[in-house]
């Protein structure tokens, strides 16, 4: 207890600190939604009459406010400001990731797949139904090639594809090359790529690369394009109820309206379908040996990250929003309400800490009507 | 040697009471013959099949014991020690596992009868994905669960008694858990695989947690009401001899499973010997330490 209260004078802004409890409270934030990542809007929404059933603050509106890290800013702004952070991070992420947790990421992921066992059919009558997953923020595939390889090789079901989907186009072009770098011919086959906006899935469009030749780095590039995807050039959508896995691995605390995200998902996914979601959480501190943990963790993050981002991918600023959206994401018990809110079931507690709750897989199914 | 007009004294010790009636509330209590008596009766009231004999506690049946009303009839009973959260598994949960768990007796507890299950509730073979970590491991709690709430309906039935007269609660513990081990029969050929996942290290925690739940129902059910610490004892011992049981239970060929029930007979009467023998043995040592006591302090020592 000692080390954590010199850790906590010494760190006085660290979340459950003072200063994110009065970021909340300066913001009304209602008390049943103790942690949303969309305030709810001074002004009433135009599109709110349409649906009666879907709450307001579920309704992405681009004047909202929402944080950006430990700052307040539109939902709009957050969309830019979270696909500049991705674009000048998309070449140098893997290796980051690597540094920046002991490569235990790999260990989660891993974890998180095969918890997931895509692909898996009983063998004998009748025969195995085709599974379509959706790898929602999926970035460099981290976590669609690992779907893909329990599918195909460990349940050896070819009839499973993988649409990977990112709205920064910049991740998904570095997905999209290490694709065609690592995966057999068969894998490749099954796997598609498609830049939407998790919020609106109706709108998306196959994977235009960005930048166009990949000789050329995100920073350096030019061009008239945006690195994230523009709705108005939507040539497609995700219908619904057609996809059986939906998954999002270290990408949902970046969206900007994840109750309007949550609402999506249910509507993609047919009925039995499965949301899964991994992402940073609270450590738990309720005893003492996690409550040091919870000290050290919170160092490291603060201090050690940021560092090593601007040594490695001299980029301190993407880094700091990444360690800073890590304390404002709600904890294990309100994300699991958010999503038991947005129609899902879950099964017992509906999450799973790892490692001390560093991160959370949480899981809601989509009941049958 | 004593004069019939004076009446003669229990022991030494109340002899002393008599003596020097001031001094005695500053000593501890120690083992005279009237608190043996009391701490005796008390033992024999905690020995099962002793209750009967009193009409304070005549064995209660479940109308008889009033139940708070945390859940009005979402259960059917409630201990009394553990009132019960509404049940581990949600709606959505239930339906899944009831569905797969009619698929193991042919698949037992794995991946296929749960996927299987899954399409049998008109789900996808995908759902069981939902329940975090292994969906294996709620289907065997799903198994637990079930067959030990439902022990609560054939109370009524093990209560009965027999011609001989009503029946004891040693006898309904008895009783109780036969019932609940001829609920495993269906699942009996993998049970075996049930109980090696259950022994693996992440599920020990919810797996011991459910045998106490289990040895705790029985009892109560069976209208054990000890609140000393034989409480603990009971429990502990009924949970090792029903975990006992049930390993037996999974070799056991012979026709309705006679081998498994004579086996938790036995084990039963030896655990009620060995505690007759550690009572006995108590009341012994705590008497003769008394008497030493006593004696010592007939000699002047100030004790």
Known sequence: ??????????????????????????????????????????????????????????????????HFGFQTVTEAEKRERVAGVFASVAESYDRMNDLMSFGWHRVWKDHFVASLNPGFSPLGDPPRAPQHILDIAGGTGDIAFRLLHTAHVVNGNPDVR??????????LTVGKHRAARQLPASQQAALSFVEANAEDLTKARPLVPYPPDHSTSPDEYTGSEQPFFDPATATTGIPDASVDLYTVAFGIRNFSNIPAALRE?????????????????????????????????KEWSFRAIPLIG??????????????????????????????????????????ENLTGGVAAIHKGMKPRE | MSSPAIPRPASVAAMRRILRPARLPQRPVTATPESCRSVCSGAAATRPGA????????????????RPHLQPAARSYHSH?????????????????????????????????LALGARDAGLLEISPAVFPGDGVFALIRWHLYTQRTALADTVDEVAAGTPAGPAGVAERVERLTWE?????????????????????????????????????????????????????????????????????????????????????QRRLAEAAQAGAAVRSVGQWAGFTAGAVVNVLRSKGLRI
Request: charged residues 20%.
């Open chain 1, 1 to 66: 207890m000692a080390a954590r209260s010199a850790f906590r004078r010494a760190l006085p802004w660290l979340p459950r600190s003072p200063v994110a409890s009065s970021l909340r409270q300066a913001h009304h934030v209602p008390s049943q939604r103790p942690f949303s990542t969309s305030l709810s809007a001074s002004t009433p929404n135009p599109s709110s009459s349409k649906d009666p059933s879907v709450p307001d603050y579920a309704i992405p509106d681009p004047s909202r406010p929402t």
């Open chain 2, 51 to 66: 209750l009967n004999a009193s009409s304070l506690r005549s064995p209660p049946s479940r109308a008889r014991i009033p």
């Open chain 1, 162 to 171: 993988v649409t990977m989907s990112d709205i920064n186009r910049a991740m």
């Open chain 1, 265 to 297: 998902a249910r509507r993609v996914l047919k009925p039995g379908g499965v949301f899964a979601c991994l992402e940073f959480s609270k450590v738990v501190s309720s005893h003492p040996a996690g409550a040091l943990f919870d000290a050290v963790y």
């Open chain 2, 180 to 264: 609940r081990l001829r609920a495993n029969e269906a699942i009996v050929g993998r049970w075996q695989e049930a109980l090696a996942i259950m022994a693996q290290p992440s599920h020990i925690p919810a797996s011991l947690g459910e045998l106490a739940q289990l040895a705790d129902d029985i009892l109560y059910l069976a209208g054990d009401v000890s609140v000393d610490p034989s409480w603990y004892t009971k429990r502990a011992s009924l949970s090792a001899i029903y975990a006992a049981a049930e390993l037996f239970q999974t070799t056991d060929t012979s026709p309705g499973f006679r081998e498994t029930r004579a086996f938790l």
């Open chain 1, 310 to 351: 601007q040594l490695v991918a001299a980029d301190r600023d993407s880094y700091q929003y990444l360690v800073e959206s890590i304390a404002r994401f709600p904890s294990q018990d309100e994300f699991r309400d958010m999503i038991l809110d947005a129609g899902f079931v879950v099964a017992g507690d509906g999450y």
């Open chain 2, 81 to 113: 020690d553990h009132p019960p959260p509404p049940g581990p598994f949600t709606p959505a949960e239930s339906a899944l596992l009831s569905a797969a768990y009619k698929r193991v007796p042919e698949h037992g507890f794995t991946q296929e009868a």
